[in-house]
């Protein structure tokens, strides 16, 4: 199986690797980083390996979530990419940043190729993103990877707006 999905300017997008978990614990350590998601931390690095070694998106799907790494110092950056939910049978984009590494186009950088994957090599014809109402920033991201506003829902006491973007209109949107 291709590990390596996407180069993009700055970074590449790759599977999810067992030498991810020590700085997949810590990105999630940040209480920061996990306040609009609705995840919990990993309890222990050994936790987050575990989670990349179960992980089987890429094998039932094709796509996935999918590290990013810093092309110039191969540091490892997050994750961003795809996902299905098996309860609402949609394809949702995602992404995680270190707070050291927000605002500075990272999301829509990598964002913009994990859609372009989910179009032209899944042939996905529709790709959502949800965030919780006050994730200015994530609902920033998603605009200007041209999502429009699809519907508010409410979920476990919290707003989540949920964008959408039709393969048809992903092309349109960069010309
Ligand atoms: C959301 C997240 C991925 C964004 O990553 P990023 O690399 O900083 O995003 P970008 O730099 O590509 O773009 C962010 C945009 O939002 C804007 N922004 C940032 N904070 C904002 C706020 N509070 N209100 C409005 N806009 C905001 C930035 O100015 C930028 O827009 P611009 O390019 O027009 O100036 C990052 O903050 C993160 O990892 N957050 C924690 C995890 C998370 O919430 N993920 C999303 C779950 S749905």
């Given at each position: 199986m291709k590990r390596i999905i996407a180069k993009t300017p700055r970074t590449i997008l790759r599977h999810f690797a067992l030498k991810d978990a020590a700085a997949f614990f810590e990105l999630n350590a940040d209480p920061e980083v996990l306040r609009y998601t609705g995840d919990a931390p990993f309890k222990s690095v050994s936790q987050a390996r575990e989670f990349i070694r179960n992980y089987r998106h890429y094998q039932i799907y094709g796509y996935g979530r999918w590290s990013i790494i810093?092309?110039?110092?191969?540091?490892y950056m997050g994750f961003c990419g795809l996902n299905f939910s098996v309860k609402n049978h949609e394809v949702d984009l995602g992404f995680r940043l270190p707070?050291?590494?927000?605002?500075?186009?990272f999301a829509t950088e990598t964002g913009f190729a994990a859609l372009r994957e989910g179009f032209s090599?899944?042939?996905?014809?529709k790709i959502v993103g949800r965030a919780m109402a006050e994730n200015k920033a994530s609902l920033h991201v998603l605009e200007k990877l041209g999502m429009t506003f699809e519907k508010e829902f409410e979920e476990e006491n919290m707003r989540w707006v949920q964008m959408s973007l039709r393969r048809e209109d992903f092309g349109v949107f960069y010309e």
């Open positions: 810093l092309s110039s110092t191969k540091e707070r050291r590494f927000w605002g500075q186009g090599n899944y042939g996905l014809e």
